[in-house]
């Protein structure tokens, strides 16, 4: 069972160094300077196995919810981690999320409306 915990500051500093070691620099910073990030977790296990960096109230989403990244473990990916960590930030959202959508290389592959 997948459990999501907030990234606080004695936590934060492990889930960017998972983020550097398997994704790099850019998805660290991301994770370093997000205002909040929460990370994932399998049953009580205090590994980090994916995470999701988000900006509250942002105006990239008019006011809402802007999700920064979002990653999990290439050798946990498929088991419903990433799902986790969206669910849960929808359910975080004032009035929950009403898009979501990607940039860049995976524009075309990732657009979800609720």
């Known amino acids: 069972m997948t459990h999501v915990h907030l990234a606080t500051s ?4 492990a889930v960017v160094a998972f983020a550097q070691e398997h994704f790099g620099d850019e998805w660290a910073v991301s994770c370093s300077t997000a205002p909040q990030v929460y990370y994932a ?3 009580d296990d205090s590994e980090v196995v994916g995470f999701i960096a988000v900006h509250p109230r942002d105006e990239r989403a008019e006011g809402g919810t802007w999700i920064d990244v979002i990653a999990v473990h290439p050798e946990q990916q498929g088991q419903g981690i990433g ?5 849960f930030i ?17 524009a075309p592959a990732i657009t979800v409306r609720t």
């Open 83 to 87: 799902s986790a960590l969206v669910k």
């Open 10 to 13: 004695d936590k934060r500093p």
């Open 41 to 43: 977790t399998l049953d």
């Open 90 to 106: 929808d359910e975080l959202a004032v009035g929950g999320m009403t898009a979501m959508g990607a940039a860049g290389e995976l």
